[in-house]
């Protein structure tokens, strides 16, 4: 019945682009079936929540937002929805993301552009869009997204949601449809906590199908939410702080005073300048030639949408010439370019040492302290009319790619709710060291509180 007064409300919405596809009459008669295997110990009995359209559903559309993958049904579901199914949570829709995960505005998906519900003026940022809007809008408790820059966790900051990637590795992404492989994070929006805390203790599991995932050493996440170390060290970049609009630095400021007063100690570490100016240029060049890789299988051949052709080059051309938007075509081009054999050295090589110099100066941090506090946005939502892609603002600010380090690093990161500006919510990060997936939701926790 919550299913299917979950599933009405969301086809009420006033913006309804949020939500692509509804599930099929056989997950319906799933919720029936539940209704009369009612197991009152487990807490996600008949809790319904949407998923991103890049997760694998079976015999549910998947679109990943493109209009290339607008026929493709598959046949098997995603880890994390398998997981979900049997701890006998409800999957009641399929929602809207820029398209392939590529693009950070809630404005490119093949199926409509949604803007963040409390100003509709306002973007509700990206790439997990539906997900986020879902979740915001109270329609469902939690959402599924994914996260290869900042996806999860700068659009929870500009709807003052939840939004985690755990470690890369600790849940599977089996099922997941690629951006950038070595970037991606499968993740969960909720509205506190303690719900993060309650999902992550189904999801963090080992996937013989997923062969970065590992056997997690951490379990019982919200049964011990509330136990963080009193003697938990938090630390901020001090080139951060000094940049952030003098408003939110008070603010900041104000959290580290309330920090220190409930006994933590908080640091301010230096980060080289020079490093956190790479990070958009190296994202860039890591990312694109690996999603033109991943997506090799998007040629109109084996599935998905076929354009005319008299031979394979020709099919492959005109089906992603027709059925791919301008994002990804123009990602696929400075991907393939960074590809060549002559600008690999160059470019994409290069670009990954660098990287890897930025993953250690992070993990450097998070060896002496555990807890890296970071502004997922400075500032509110930005409206629509002003809306920039990633690669559209190469010599911007470095706090708008700020998140991506936790990408390059694998880390796990959640940004939960700080404060408003403008009438806006705008949220705060958290990062711990690899594997430290616990003490972070504990430190959360604690901040949230
Ligand atoms: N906004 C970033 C981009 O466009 C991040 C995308 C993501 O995390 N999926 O690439």
């Known amino acids: 019945d919550l299913t299917k007064q979950v599933i009405e409300e969301m ?7 949020f939500l692509i596809t509804l599930p099929t009459d056989d997950m319906l008669r799933y919720a029936q079936y539940l209704d009369q295997n009612f197991d009152p110990n487990n807490l996600l009995y008949g809790i319904p929540y949407v998923a991103k359209d890049n997760f694998s559903t079976k015999n549910i559309r998947t679109t990943a937002g493109s209009k290339i993958l607008s026929n493709y049904i598959p046949n098997f579901n995603a880890t994390i929805v398998e997981l979900l199914n049997q701890n006998q949570a409800m999957m009641a829709g399929k929602v809207t993301l820029d398209e392939l995960g590529m693009g950070g505005t809630g404005l490119h998906s093949a199926y409509g552009e949604i803007s963040n519900p409390y100003d509709q003026k306002r973007q509700i940022g990206g790439s997990s869009s539906g997900s986020v809007y879902a979740v915001a809008k109270g329609l469902v408790p939690f959402s599924l997204g994914t996260d290869t820059g900042d996806s999860i966790r700068k659009p929870a900051s500009y709807v003052g949601i939840v939004g985690f990637k755990p470690t890369y590795g600790a849940i599977s992404r089996y099922g997941v449809i690629p951006y950038a492989p070595s970037l991606d994070h499968a993740g969960f929006f909720t509205r506190n906590v303690d719900d993060m805390a309650l999902i992550a203790d189904v999801t963090f599991k080992k996937d013989d199908k997923d062969f ?18 009193p003697t938990t060290k938090f630390a901020y970049l001090k080139e951060v702080q000094e940049h952030l609009p003098e408003k939110i630095k008070r603010k900041y400021e104000q959290l580290f005073n309330k920090l220190k007063a409930k006994g933590y100690e908080v640091n301010e570490v230096s980060f080289d300048l020079d490093l956190l100016n790479t990070i958009n240029p190296v994202y860039m060049m890591i990312s694109y030639p690996e999603a033109i890789s991943s997506h090799a299988n998007l040629s109109g051949m084996g599935f998905g949408m076929r ?38 050295d160059l470019y994409f090589l290069k670009a990954k040492r660098v990287r890897r110099l930025i993953a250690n100066a992070l993990n450097d941090i998070l060896a002496s302290d555990d807890i890296l506090i970071l502004p997922p946005s400075f500032q509110p939502a930005p409206l629509i009319e002003t809306a920039l892609e990633d690669d559209e603002k190469a010599d911007s600010d470095f706090l708008h790619d700020i998140l991506v380090m936790g990408n390059f690093a694998g880390i796990p990161s959640i940004t939960i ?6 009438a806006m919510p705008i949220g705060i990060n958290l990062n711990a060291g690899v594997y430290q997936d616990k003490k972070l939701l504990q430190a959360a926790k604690v901040l949230e509180d």
């Open 11 to 17: 086809q009420k919405d006033d913006q309804p682009n």
């Open 212 to 229: 970065t995932s590992f056997e997690t050493r951490d379990q019982d996440f919200l049964k011990d939410i509330n136990d963080l170390k």
């Open 307 to 344: 354009a005319e052709g008299e031979n394979y080059a020709q099919i492959m051309i005109n089906s992603r010439s027709k059925y791919l938007g301008e994002i990804v075509k123009r990602r696929f081009v400075i991907g393939s370019l960074n590809l060549k054999q002559e600008n690999q």
């Open 417 to 422: 709710p700080f404060t408003t500006e403008e």
